[in-house]
T-cell receptor
């Protein structure tokens, strides 16, 4: 079945630096790869997603890249700000009819002022 | 925010008692999910539903059951609560009319089993 591994589990960067979080998966049939941000005590919220027919997508300071051959996708945050501090989750959905949405274990990002 | 409400928001219960958590949506979305969130494990799928009376197991379904008798409600039941089921539970909804779409989460339910 689907499985997704997320690294690193914690990441600390200086304000203004870039942050990269990577996820690898096993099911080559996966076709949808969203990223969620969860602030302390809040619900997860979608920040960006990518579909399998696209290699890269960008939205202001965040971008996601997908390498289907190597089965990994990454979140890139540039010019980090303290408000980017949160837990970030990658996820994926498979091609089968179940429409299960499977999440990685999360990355706690701390942006130091 | 999408119209999705979880109840109760907080609950403390004793080991061995049954507990039911409710997820209610006003979006008429077809897919509903129950996750639990624990430190170091992220969000783990318990059960999900792809229509009224259509449900399936996720990766951590043991000790849990679900029911969906109406589009808008998805109930999660812990038949006999154990301390290992202490967690934050999130419901999510999504609609996929021919293509994959975003999942929206409820506010979460913090359950403590003592």
């Amino acid at each position: 079945g689907e499985n997704v591994e997320q690294h690193p589990s914690t990441l600390s960067v200086q304000e203004g630096d870039s942050a990269v979080i990577k996820c690898t998966y096993s099911d080559s049939a996966s076709n949808y790869f969203p990223w969620y941000k969860q602030e302390l005590g809040k619900r997860p919220q979608l920040i960006i997603d990518i579909r399998s027919n696209v290699g890269e997508k960008k939205d202001q300071r965040i971008a996601v890249t997908l390498n289907k051959t190597a089965k990994h996708f990454s979140l890139h945050i540039t010019e980090t700000q303290p408000e980017d501090s949160a837990v970030y989750f990658c996820a994926l959905k498979g091609m089968d009819s179940s429409y299960k949405l499977i999440f990685g274990s999360g990355t706690r990002l701390l942006v130091r002022p | 925010d999408a119209g999705i409400t979880q109840s109760p928001r907080h609950k403390v219960t004793e080991t061995g008692t049954p507990v039911t958590l409710r997820c209610h949506q006003t979006e008429n979305h077809r897919y509903m999910y129950w996750y639990r969130q624990d430190p170091g494990h992220g969000l783990r799928l318990i059960h999900y539903s792809y229509g009224v009376k259509d449900t399936d197991k996720g990766e951590v379904s043991d000790g849990y059951s679900v029911s969906r008798s109406k589009t808008e409600d998805f109930l999660l039941t812990l038949e006999s609560a154990t301390s290992s089921q202490t967690s934050v539970y999130f419901c999510a909804i999504s609609e996929s009319a021919g293509r994959v779409t975003e999942a929206f989460f409820g506010q979460g339910t913090r359950l403590t089993v003592v």
